[in-house]
Nanobody, 111 residues
Framework: QVQIVESGGGLVKPGGSLKLSCTPSKSIFSIFAMGWYRQAPGKQREVVAAYVSGGKTTYADSVRGRCTLDRDNTKNILYLLMDNLKPEDTAVYYC?????WGPGTQVTVSS
């Protein structure tokens, strides 16, 4: 089982930016599938951005062009860079690594 620590959430105004970090307990190189998901109140958890088979990255339509999935292999961290944030981006953001979940980090977009 992979232990996961997330950070970087917070309160930001519309149009602002955030950088979420995900640190797994084992090397990113040994993780087959990894990505960021989010769950808003009353809604199902959905993928935001994730590495998929074939070395590709998938993004939700609602965030494409505003979010970037990146990783620092030397620090063993997966990042989610979010720009031009909107109120509808408000949710708890979760990192997933090989079907293990972190506790989540709250992102609130409000003026």
């Amino acid at each position: 089982q992979v232990q996961i620590v997330e950070s970087g959430g917070g309160l930001v105004k519309p149009g602002g930016s955030l950088k979420l970090s995900c640190t797994p307990s084992k090397s990113i190189f040994s993780i087959f599938a990894m990505g960021w998901y989010r769950q808003a109140p009353g809604k199902q958890r959905e993928v935001v951005a994730a590495y998929v088979s074939g070395g590709k990255t998938t993004y939700a339509d609602s965030v494409r062009g505003r979010c970037t999935l990146d990783r620092d292999n030397t620090k063993n961290i997966l990042y989610l860079l979010m720009d031009n944030l909107k109120p509808e981006d408000t949710a708890v953001y979760y990192c997933n690594a090989d079907e293990d979940w972190g506790p989540g980090t709250q992102v609130t977009v409000s003026s």
